[in-house]
């Protein structure tokens, strides 16, 4: 009987109605307190108990709980599993299939729980009494390639089958009325596979050495692998295993399996622990969405690690408590932000979640599926995202205007119309119901309308709320007040009374901020609020191109789910005057007051803007060279009511001007860290003051770039479009962004970790850039601040090819030595020779095939060949400096 099993009995023996606690039990029982807790909390979840309200929790049983088989963990977990119950169903049938159940084959990629599948069928088969004995396991891959070895490790070994052999063991006798679980079974080779088959055929073997007598076992085979069985196996194994399931890989399950898979994790490693761990919305977010290739195993793993990290950090003091912020993750986790705009079907209410070491503390986890969201903590997790962001007050203010209307649209759409009054009454108390109903009543009186049922339930669910609030001492603002009191004077004087028949019906007082909410309330068929007094800035994106400006403008309109940017398109064989003519009469049908912003990429469309300026009378004001990025930024605060000259003001800035002004070749490139987060803002200029501080370099060559990410692709495109006018020395960002340039986590950069590798780079990419000034004034024929970029990535294949790593500084010293070999070469003077240069290409063949190979592109570009003998040369520094690696290592 399996202690889930024991405990239930404990719960029947006492009575339906005495009830006990999760102390009382794990004395009687002799069990851990917080496993027998586990259990009970388990058996309450499957309908089997029900416990008190308030502390200590008594257990008793449930009307229809009597029952002789309570629910298995297999069933259990179908539940959170409904992507798996094909499978399941396959594995509980192999396991009740008389007389010792079916051998099975469990098939899925790497880590996506076929170990844990076959387990889970063991506990299922001792639930039922299939089984009476242990679970063992063995990895093929352990014994590969040594037949016998394999051999006496499954079947044992005799006394005296070879020198030194003693009586022993096999893992079939150990797994007697069990099961053997052959984990990696692709990696039994041939001759192990045949070992098995008079053990499948009959349930009969013999010991290693054994040849008089054979012994028998009745043991259940479960295989796993991760590679394609018909390939892999022998038909001949394949036949004698009737049951195969398949483990859908992890990006093939749904959302909310994968959410249930988090929390449970987390919960496993708060018991671990024996403490809360309080993980963050965000976490949750980057571990429900980053792709995750290894399945169950990396995300569990990935978790694992996270609870790890922020356990040090609790015992050294670093946190005052087991806590875990997005930016504590490793950057692959994190890029699990950047996908959830796209999986909206997650909301996450509040800033941080505890996973508690009690079972009893699991209701504390907040779950999104079933519990109504709560217009407060919207808002305030909407203000605490902007301010985590480190976003300027006024523009938190204006953003939060937009983020009021959204979250009360959200709570409104939350209440489901399913839920109807006796449902309602199980979450709040009727006074609150009737209250709101009576509420209701007066207002589609006043107002001549009638409301929507959920609109009545949400209504109720609020007040509840709201005297929720109060009693915690918590503020209740609106900072819509005013705007709402302007533009629904109707509606708000019925919230007026409203607030009257709350405070007389419940004995409370309430800010005149409720009287707003109770607004949006009986305004909430308008879709928003009117237009500002402001008017919104018009923006025109126009570009060369048959698509270009369209394309542009479609996505950034989708990706707002706005309708704001508009486009022109200026196919290259428009006019000048036609373009401008489809521009003015664009203009002319905005009819704008408040300016109109011009978005353009090159060329003639950027004197249009003064010309429109003149002909309508209106500000114009045109940005040049912009990106998808820029455009989003720009459209979204459009939306927002920003005025002309805040908008214009936003782009000039030198973080929006990295992609505009054109490359002085007179002058070298400067040399550029580039930061980049999600808005362009907040973390990424945080992380560029902190490099400021920490680094030492040319202030005069040298500059650090703040870009927005909030599109991977458009991102990766400005990075390549700096690189044109930057030499980039690296990039500091959550989120991997290209292999082209060093990368450092914004971790690395806040805990130290990685300044002291970013500072070898700048120095490196400082001398690099002093060196091509020099050359500048000594090369006759060839330009330095073109050829050096040339040679050095010439020496990046070299050793690519020769598989070494050369020290930085004679990497420096091979530059500057092909520089001039290359000058001199170009100018046509006697070449240089190399004394016994048939012998020393004899002996270093390899190396010399690769480096004439390599420096093809090179004789190309320049026109020029190289000799033998420089090659030989060139050979020499790299001999040099991989015997000084081979000595470093020695």
């Known amino acids: 009987m399996n202690r889930q099993t024991r405990i239930f009995q404990a719960i029947k023996e006492m009575g339906a109605d005495t009830g006990a ?31 008190s309200k308030g502390r200590p929790i008594y257990f008793s049983l449930e009307e229809n709980g009597d029952k002789d088989h309570i629910l298995s963990k297999i069933d259990t977990f179908t539940q959170k599993n409904p992507s798996l119950h094909v499978a399941i169903e396959q594995g509980k049938a192999a396991i009740l299939y008389p007389p010792k159940g079916l051998h099975t084959i469990i098939m899925g990629e790497t880590g996506a729980g076929k170990s844990m599948f076959a387990r889970m069928m063991h506990s299922f088969g001792l639930e039922s009494g299939r089984f009476s004995n ?80 054979e012994r028998s076992a009745k043991v259940m085979i479960i295989c796993a692998t991760s590679e394609n069985a018909q390939s892999s196996l022998l038909q001949t194994f394949i036949r004698r295993i009737p049951m195969v399931i398949t483990i859908p890989p992890l990006r093939e399950r749904s959302e909310k ?140 203010n204006t953003l939060m205007d937009h983020e009021i209307e959204q979250s009360f649209t959200q709570y409104i759409n939350s209440v489901k119309q399913k839920l109807d009054t006796a449902d309602l009454l199980k979450v709040i108390d009727v006074k609150f119901i009737k209250l709101s109903e009576k509420i209701i009543q007066y207002a589609e009186e006043r107002l001549q309308k009638r409301f929507d049922n959920k609109i009545t339930l949400g209504l109720a669910l609020h007040i509840h709320t709201s005297i929720e609030r109060l009693k915690l001492g918590k503020e209740i603002m609106n900072p819509k007040l005013n705007s709402l009191r302007t533009f629904y004077k109707q509606e708000f004087w019925v919230a007026l009374e409203s607030l009257r028949l709350i405070e007389e019906d419940l004995k409370v007082n309430l800010p005149i901020d409720e009287a707003g909410y109770l607004t949006m309330f009986f305004k909430s068929e308008h879709m928003g609020l009117p237009e500002e007094s402001r008017e919104k800035v018009p923006v025109i994106v126009m570009m060369h ?46 009819k704008t007051k408040s300016g109109l912003l011009l978005l353009v990429d090159m060329g003639s469309l950027v004197s249009f803007g003064e010309k429109l300026q003149e002909d309508l009378g209106v500000p114009v004001r045109t940005i040049d060279a912009v990106s998808t990025p820029h455009v989003l930024e720009i459209v979204r605060k459009a939306v927002l009511g920003y005025s002309l000259d805040e908008l214009y003001g936003e782009l000039m800035t030198a973080d929006y001007q990295v992609a505009k002004n054109p490359v002085n070749h007179d002058q070298p490139a400067k040399l550029a860290i580039v930061t980049a987060c999600l808005t362009g803002h907040g973390s990424a200029k945080t992380i560029k003051n902190a490099l400021k501080k920490y680094l030492s370099y040319d202030k005069n060559n ?78 006759e024929k060839l330009d330095a601040r073109k050829i050096v970029p040339d040679i050095r990535r010439f020496l990046e294949t070299v050793q690519e090819h020769l598989n070494t790593t050369i020290n930085k500084n004679d990497l ?42 390599i420096l093809i592109p090179l004789e190309k570009k320049y026109a020029l060949t190289v000799p033998d003998d420089e090659i030989c040369y060139i050979m020499n520094f790299f001999e040099w400096a991989l015997e000084e690696n081979q000595g470093a290592k020695g």
Do not use: W
């Open 134 to 213: 242990d679970f063992v396991s063995f990895n093929c891959a352990d014994y590969s390639n040594n037949a016998q070895l394999l051999l006496s490790h499954l079947f044992g070994v005799k006394k005296g089958a070879y020198t030194g052999a003693v009586d022993q063991e096999g893992l079939i006798e150990k797994a007697d009325q069990g099961i053997l679980f052959l984990d990696e079974v692709h990696r039994l080779p041939p001759e192990g596979q045949e070992m098995f088959f008079k053990f499948l055929d009959d349930g009969t073997f013999r010991k290693l050495g054994e040849a008089d007598q």
């Open 21 to 51: 606690t999760a102390s009382q039990i794990a004395r009687n029982l002799q069990l851990d307190r917080a496993n027998v807790s586990h259990d009970l909390n388990n058996l309450y979840k499957e309908g089997k108990l029900k416990k």
């Open 702 to 779: 040298f500059e650090f770039i703040s870009i927005n990410i909030s599109e991977r692709t458009e991102a990766a495109r400005l990075i390549h479009t700096l690189s044109k006018e930057k030499r980039i020395v690296c990039i500091v960002s959550h989120f991997h962004l290209t292999d082209q340039y060093p990368q450092f986590s914004i971790e690395d950069v806040v805990r130290l970790k990685g300044i002291k590798e970013i500072q070898t780079l700048v120095d490196q990419e400082q001398i690099y850039l002093s060196m091509e000034e020099t050359l500048h004034h000594h090369l």
């Open 545 to 590: 191109g048959n698509s270009t400006a369209s394309s542009m403008a479609d996505t950034v309109n989708q990706l707002l789910n706005e309708n704001y940017a508009r486009s022109i398109d200026m196919p290259l064989h428009m006019s000048t005057a036609a373009a401008y003519e489809s521009l003015k009469k664009m203009a002319l049908k905005i």
């Open 257 to 396: 399996e994968r959410y249930e898979m988090i929390k449970d994790f987390f919960k496993e490693e708060a018991i671990q622990l024996g403490k809360e761990i309080f993980v963050s919305a965000n976490t949750l977010y980057s571990f429900l969405y980053y792709p995750c290739p290894n399945n169950v195993g990396q995300l569990k793993n990935d978790i694992q690690l996270a609870c790890a990290r922020a356990y040090a950090d609790f015992i050294t003091e670093k946190k005052e408590r087991i806590q875990i912020n997005s930016t504590d993750l490793n950057a692959y986790v994190r890029e699990g932000l950047a996908y959830r705009d796209n999986k909206p079907a997650i909301q996450l209410n509040h800033r941080y979640y505890i996973f508690s070491k009690q079972a009893e503390d699991a209701p504390m986890i907040e779950d999104p599926f079933e519990q109504t969201q709560n217009i407060y903590d919207l808002i305030e997790r909407k203000h605490h995202e902007l301010t985590d962001k480190g976003l300027p007050k006024n523009e938190i």
């Open 812 to 853: 420096i010293g091979i530059v500057l030595h092909i520089s001039c070999m290359l000058d001199r070469l170009n100018l046509d003077e006697n070449p240089v020779s190399y004394s016994e240069k048939a012998t020393y290409i004899e002996n270093n063949k390899q190396m010399f095939n690769t480096l004439k190979e």
